[in-house]
T-cell receptor, first 111, second 113 residues
Framework: DQQVKQNSPSLSVQEGRISILNCDYTNSMFDYFLWYKKYPAEGPTFLISISSIKDKNEDGRFTVFLNKSAKHLSLHIVPSQPGDSAVYFCAASAMTQKLVFGQGTRLTINP | EAQVTQNPRYLITVTGKKLTVTCSQNMNHEYMSWYRQDPGLGLRQIYYSMNVEVTDKGDVPEGYKVSRKEKRNFPLILESPSPNQTSLYFC????????????FGDGTRLSIL
């Protein structure tokens, strides 16, 4: 049972445009959500997070939106840059113990 | 430099031969965790540890063991590896709990023949 789902395995975006990565979850007990970015041959690196008491969190070019009623979160990258090409994982935590990841979305930024 | 170090980075071995993947962090983090990454399945948590001598199962613990005798080390043990444990493994640590940003190692690619 996949509690966190990223339904788009890949996404291609033009440099300078907005990239929107989506994530859906099923467990209403999740209270914290994180996005990680992964380059080949490296471990994931933390990007941005949001608590369930908020609906938006912004850090530079990265913004995460949370829609609790729809059990949906999204990561917006504006403007997209070639260095943003990577695999992005969303993750969710319930009561600070387990962390559940989605399947990942491969983002490619085209020049 | 703050880091999580996994060894080995690559290993090819045979079914049934016990192996240990070591993980060490130098950030004095309480929380440590092991994940496996498989195509189409993302990262799945195997075991996690909230502190020394405190470990708990993640979503896919079958066939694995862990121990947390010291704060900095969290080895992953495969007592009798099988081909379905062929995967890319990541160790991670964080200050506090799982909702804090985790620092990941660079991964260990295991092939069980």
């Amino acid at each position: 049972d996949q509690q966190v789902k990223q339904n788009s395995p890949s996404l291609s975006v033009q440099e300078g445009r907005i990239s929107i990565l989506n994530c859906d979850y099923t467990n209403s007990m999740f209270d914290y959500f994180l996005w990680y970015k992964k380059y080949p041959a490296e471990g994931p690196t933390f990007l941005i997070s949001i608590s369930s008491i908020k609906d938006k969190n912004e850090d530079g070019r990265f913004t995460v939106f949370l829609n609790k009623s729809a059990k949906h979160l999204s990561l917006h990258i504006v403007p997209s840059q070639p260095g943003d090409s990577a695999v992005y994982f969303c993750a969710a935590s319930a009561m600070t113990q387990k962390l559940v990841f989605g399947q990942g979305t491969r983002l490619t930024i085209n020049p | 430099e703050a880091q999580v170090t996994q060894n080995p980075r690559y290993l090819i071995t045979v079914t049934g031969k016990k192996l240990t993947v070591t993980c060490s962090q130098n950030m004095n983090h309480e929380y440590m965790s092991w994940y496996r990454q498989d195509p189409g399945l993302g990262l799945r948590q195997i075991y996690y540890s909230m502190n020394v001598e405190v470990t708990d199962k993640g979503d896919v613990p079958e066939g694995y063991k862990v121990s947390r005798k010291e704060k900095r080390n969290f080895p992953l043990i495969l007592e009798s590896p099988s081909p379905n444990q062929t995967s890319l493994y990541f160790c991670a640590s964080s200050q506090g709990a799982s909702n804090q940003p985790q620092h990941f190692g660079d991964g260990t690619r295991l092939s069980i023949l």
